[in-house]
């Protein structure tokens, strides 16, 4: 088992920044790919970034590519996302999620997930 918990989000003008936090504990996590996700009302889930634990190799969303960057701490067992030029279309309730198997048959397949925390990029 894995336990994630999300922290950081808030409301901030389009143009801000914003850095949010995953803290993970339970199992070790070196075989662990650490993403993060985020669902806007109405719409799916969708994957934004992900890292691998022991590597860590990053890929992105082209939506936040050049703009989000995901990263780990090992020492503190957290996973972070930093949010820069944000825009309204940001807006979303972001979730840390945890998968020793990322992907499964071509999609995404992460069983631990966080609560989420929200975001609201005003404009």
């Known amino acids: 088992q894995v336990q994630l918990v999300e922290s950081g989000g808030g409301l901030v003008q389009a143009g801000g920044s914003l850095r949010l936090s995953c803290a993970a504990s339970g199992r070790t996590l070196s075989a662990y790919t650490m993403a993060w996700f985020r669902q806007a009302p109405g719409e799916e889930r969708d994957f934004v970034a992900r890292i691998s634990w022991s590597w860590g190799t990053t890929a992105y969303a082209d939506s936040v590519k050049g703009r989000f960057t995901i990263s780990r701490d090992s020492a503190n067992n957290t996973v972070y996302l930093q949010m820069d030029s944000l825009k309204p279309e940001d807006t979303a309730i972001y979730y840390c999620?945890?998968?020793?198997?990322?992907?499964?048959?071509?999609?995404?397949?992460?069983?631990?997930w966080g609560q989420g925390t929200q975001v609201t990029v005003s404009s």
């Open positions: 999620a945890a998968s020793v198997v990322p992907e499964l048959l071509g999609k995404p397949n992460y069983p631990y």
